[in-house]
């Protein structure tokens, strides 16, 4: 236990040199337990503590050292730390490495690894290789990580390739699919004409959905070019992410654009999803957060261009989150004192007392005091709360006993505090 502590705090000093002499003198030490003590779970931790140091500073090592004392998806799992720092120096010996391993989920992490480290690299060779890969899951996720080193070197490209990439896998699971289809004797217009018939079999899996799920897998790549687009031409953006295969990428990608663009031109950026996606909450919050990162107060402005008072106060939320976490969270109390009372709703309260709970409990306690909801009130009280009794929890005992509260609440929040006091 104490060891363990130690190891820890070395990494946190970043004191390599001093690792480097423990780990020598572990190795050496880890070879004369006995049997029993080598089997407990103390020695295991150790253990992998040396294995995620040696990954990093001799991958060859630390293979040799997972394969002796790792077993199961701890194996598997630790091979994905290895493969991803062989592939810093010998791309083909990390393949390698992820050829022997039998988990498909560990296995395509470590793919995943390996190409962004290689497309770091050799960008050209590392699209190729992951292109290519057959297995439609490995392909998408090691896509993914390509594509978002190549959104970094060239997002202009990355773009054209995520779109290309998108369309080729989607094709060939549609045509699987139609081939599956045809021998269980099921057309897709047999499909709408029995829409019951289809969820039913949708649900049981009988027949699978009519878009690749594994596209999906490309959805990080598609938000983060989307938004380096974006900040460029908000149009151009928008378009290229709506012409991609599956709602899903459609989505996330445009979710990206709209974030890039609400950098550079916000009040076109909204008139664009209130042209083409009024009623999308999750665009509105994508837009907003990344407006209020640059211009909070301006966007919590332009939060007064939307007409739906719901969506409207969503998009509120969004900016006083970013708000909080960027600014100053005195001008967010400010905001909120001073908004007509019908626009601060409990959500937006809600959102503001959960931001500044860390910053400033106090303030947070104030503000939700005045939620009407009773459980968001509670989450509010509990957020400001586990800061208070931290900081000082005797006069946070004070305040609960002097604050008007549901039975409910002073009981959860009474119960936070004896826990704290308790322990100390």
Known sequence: SGFTKYWASLEVDGADSKLAMVALALQDSLTNLDPELAASDEIFVVVQRLISYLAGT?????????????MNDTLEQAKVSIARNMAKTDVQRALSLT??????????QALAAVGGIWAAKDLEAATRWASGLKNPAERGLTMNAVLLAAAQQDPSMAANQLKTEAKS??????????????????????MANDPETYKEMLANGNVSTPYSPDVELLGDSGKVLGSKLGESDGNGAADWATSLETDY?????????????????????????????????????????????????GA????????DATLRSIALESVIKSWSTNGNPQEVVNYLNDIPPAEATDAVKLAAANAISQSSP???????????????????????????????????????????????????????????????
Do not use: C
């Not at 050829?99 to 395509?108: I, L």
């Not at 909801?373 to 509670?378: K, V």
């Open 58 to 70: 001799d991958p060859e090592r630390a293979l040799v050292w997972a394969k002796q004392w790792l």
């Open 99 to 108: 050829d022997e391993m039998t988990s498909p989920h560990r296995r395509g």
């Open 169 to 190: 896998m989607n094709d060939e699971y549609v045509r699987d699919r139609n081939k599956d289809l045809a021998e269980k004797g099921v057309s897709e217009v047999d």
């Open 249 to 297: 990428l459609k989505l996330k990608s445009l979710s990206g654009a709209l974030e890039g663009w609400a950098k550079t031109d916000p009040y076109a950026a909204l008139e664009y999803v209130k042209n083409n996606y009024p009623n999308n909450s999750d665009l509105l919050r994508s837009l907003y957060s990344s407006w209020a990162a640059n211009d909070p107060s």
């Open 300 to 307: 919590a402005d332009g939060t007064m261009m939307i007409d």
């Open 362 to 424: 106090q303030q947070a306690w104030e503000i939700a005091q005045t939620i009407s909801g009773e459980s968001a009130q509670l989450r509010a009280l509990k957020a400001a709360f586990a800061t208070m009794v931290i900081q000082d929890p005797v006069n946070a005992g004070a305040m609960l006993n002097s604050a008007a509260l549901s039975e409910t609440a002073s009981v959860r929040l009474r119960d936070m505090l004896d826990a704290v006091v308790g322990n100390n």
